[in-house]
DNA sequence: CGCGTCCTTGAACCGCGTCAAGCCAGGTGG
DNA sequence: CCACCTGGCTTGACGCGGTTCAAGGACGCG
């Protein structure tokens, strides 16, 4: 557990923050900002409430999903340490995304007024946020892409590689911390059925199965059951 | 058919161009952009190829998709006069996201170094194009949960009131032109379910359904089948 | 030791995708 | 002017994959 610092200290170097603002802004944010510490399990944004700013992750994960009818969730993201929670809600807009902390978390909070202010103070700060937002549309877009055309397997699989490559960036761990429901919403499927791929990639050597985590232990046999999706002609 | 027109004359209002940069630069824009006439039915932007800058939509349709395994398209959007193609791919990244025409349209091209210019010399202007991603985003992560929830049926109706939105967004027709394969690809399910779901809808006296086209008969009746999606509780 | 929670596995059902045949309209050529 | 062909659309029959429901097992906590 980290104690609450200024940007001026943090070593979050991917932080668009540090990474974009001009000094003089990153003091003011610094000042301006707001870091709340999440146990695990914590809400963080709350669906169908007004986003009144931005959130930037200091440390820790979070999923990010949205719930549908009869009480079904999809996860549609997942994000770390320097990543940003909140899509732009001016005006108070109300939409169906809600955040919970996945593991112990350290986030910062910079409301709307004051983020505006930083946008037309810093246009690279404004062109590295347009840049996340639009790289993440392209994720998403892929998504939907993936939903719609793969069977669970490859559903699973892919879904897997995604939590490794978001949670796992800059360690050279290949563990994923999920339980069954959470990688399950994730897929986009139920949790009966993850539990039965889940089986069938142990028993080929691709994972290790433990409640809570699985672990990948031939990314290559991995990848091969979803390249076809991702490969380009 | 219009003839092509410099920015200064253009009335396309919503134009983030027009709308968010000052006189010099649309000016500027103006002499530097590109507007090239495409037919219906032809390339805008191909798949798996370098994006080097910003198409806006000056007049037309277009529909955004992606081509899975063994050709199965999924159309990830669809776009209008004002709206933009080509999410920023700086340094020439490769992505599989084509665009086509789906009628007649003249679009504006902006390379990617002069955009780049223009975003930092008119904060305004980058800010305005970050909340156009942030929204599309939003609308994506709401469409994943939608694939993965909806039955057939309802992502019929859902892709057929998203179409309505963006195609009959300024006027007061109910018309939708789209042929059975793009609304089948739309809506993410084959086009034989496709034909007997818009019959159902048809003897429902929701829709009426030519050729080529279908019409909005009664938006309150369809609407409620899709409601528990989007009601927040 | 007993209870609750999470996970696994089996069995049955059914929605949807696939395949194929038939239909209709428009275009072409004899 | 009609016969034919082609391509998009519709409809039926069938089978598979995936969801659902329920029972049983593993583990942690009080």
Redesign the pocket.
């Known amino acids: 557990m980290r104690k609450v610092i200024s940007c001026i200290d943090c070593e979050v170097s991917e932080c668009m923050v540090k990474k974009f603002c001009n000094s003089e802004w990153v003091e003011k944010i610094s000042e301006g900002k707001q870091t709340v510490f999440y146990k695990s399990g914590q809400h963080i944004v709350y669906e169908n409430n007004p986003v009144m700013g931005l959130y930037f992750i200091q440390s820790g994960k979070a999923k990010i999903f949205s719930t549908g009818i009869y009480g079904k969730t999809q996860v549609v993201r997942l994000t770390k340490a320097s990543d940003i929670i909140g899509h732009r809600g001016f005006g108070g807009e109300l939409y169906p995304i809600g955040a919970v902390a996945v593991e112990n978390s350290y986030i910062c909070f910079v409301d709307n007024d004051f983020i505006y202010k930083a946008f037309m103070a810093n246009p690279k700060f404004t062109f590295g946020l347009m840049m996340y937002y639009s790289k993440e549309l392209r994720n998403s877009e892929a998504k939907i892409k993936n939903l719609a055309q793969m ?3 490859e559903k699973v699989v892919d879904a897997i590689l995604y939590a490794d490559s978001v949670f796992n960036e800059d360690n050279n761990s290949k563990v994923i911390t999920l ?3 959470d990688l399950a919403d994730l897929s986009g ?5 993850l ?2 791929i ?2 069938e990639l142990k028993s080929e050597n691709l994972l290790r ?1 433990e ?2 985590e699985v672990e990948i232990l031939n990314s290559e046999g991995m990848q091969a059951i979803v390249d076809p999706f991702y490969k380009t002609y």
């Open positions: 069977n669970v397997k339980n069954r429901k499927i139920n949790a009966a059925q539990s039965r889940l089986s199965v409640i809570n």
